[in-house]
């Protein structure tokens, strides 16, 4: 549960305790055979995750949550309501545009949580790579913290995604 796996679970269960249907896959696509090999990771993943898109068709958002590595002098932490909170950033893949309504979405969901939460993102990374993010329109790829949060930063951040999420969700079906 102090992994980023166990984020994933809790964000699953904030969503879910928030009237937001949510299903958790604990996948690992990243090691391969004990060995980390970052190469294929993101196809690896979406053979995971599209068994479970056909099975439930009705599903809209797809969350590829990763934990951000930085140098140990970095702390990606804000303070929210009193509370130490790891900092977020959205990835934005440039290798298609969608039809996302009038902005992408991960644009919806930083100016949803720069507005409830000021400080709470880091910026929008672009890079001309698809990453996970083809397999729905409002798909997102999210580097939660890094290895220098505490889990108490991570678990605070999981909250406030979560109602971001319903937020944008609920205002922009």
Same mark, same amino acid.
């Given at each position: 549960?102090?992994?980023?796996?166990?984020?994933? *679970?809790?964000?699953?269960?904030?969503?879910?305790?928030?009237?937001?249907? =949510?299903?958790?896959?604990?996948?690992?696509?990243?090691?391969?055979?004990?060995?980390?090999?970052?190469?294929?990771?993101?196809?690896?993943?979406?053979?995971?995750?599209?068994?479970?898109?056909?099975?439930? #068709?009705?599903?809209?958002?797809?969350?590829?949550?990763?934990?951000?590595?930085?140098?140990?002098?970095?702390?990606?932490? =804000?303070?929210?309501?009193?509370? #130490?909170?790891?900092?977020?950033?959205?990835?934005?893949?440039?290798?298609?545009? *969608?039809?996302?309504?009038?902005?992408?979405?991960?644009?919806?969901? *930083?100016?949803?949580?720069?507005?409830?939460? #000021?400080?709470?993102?880091?910026?929008?990374?672009?890079?001309?790579?698809?990453?996970?993010?083809?397999?729905? #329109?409002?798909?997102?790829?999210?580097?939660?913290?890094?290895?220098?949060?505490?889990?108490?930063?991570?678990?605070?951040?999981?909250?406030?995604?979560?109602?971001?999420?319903?937020?944008?969700?609920?205002?922009?079906?």
């Amino acid at each position: 549960d102090t992994t980023i796996v166990g984020m994933g *679970k809790l964000l699953a269960e904030r969503l879910n305790a928030l009237g937001i249907p =949510t299903i958790h896959h604990p996948g690992v696509y990243d090691l391969i055979n004990g060995q980390l090999d970052r190469s294929a990771a993101y196809e690896y993943a979406e053979a995971g995750v599209r068994p479970i898109l056909e099975e439930h #068709p009705s599903i809209e958002v797809v969350i590829d949550l990763h934990r951000d590595g930085v140098g140990e002098d970095t702390h990606l932490v =804000t303070e929210v309501n009193g509370k #130490p909170t790891a900092q977020i950033m959205f990835f934005n893949g440039l290798s298609r545009t *969608k039809d996302n309504g009038d902005i992408a979405f991960s644009l919806q969901m *930083k100016l949803a949580a720069e507005q409830m939460y #000021p400080g709470f993102t880091r910026r929008i990374f672009l890079r001309g790579y698809r990453y996970s993010l083809h397999m729905r #329109p409002k798909s997102l790829l999210i580097e939660a913290g890094a290895q220098t949060n505490t889990v108490e930063e991570m678990r605070n951040a999981m909250e406030l995604l979560a109602v971001t999420l319903q937020k944008v969700i609920v205002e922009n079906p």
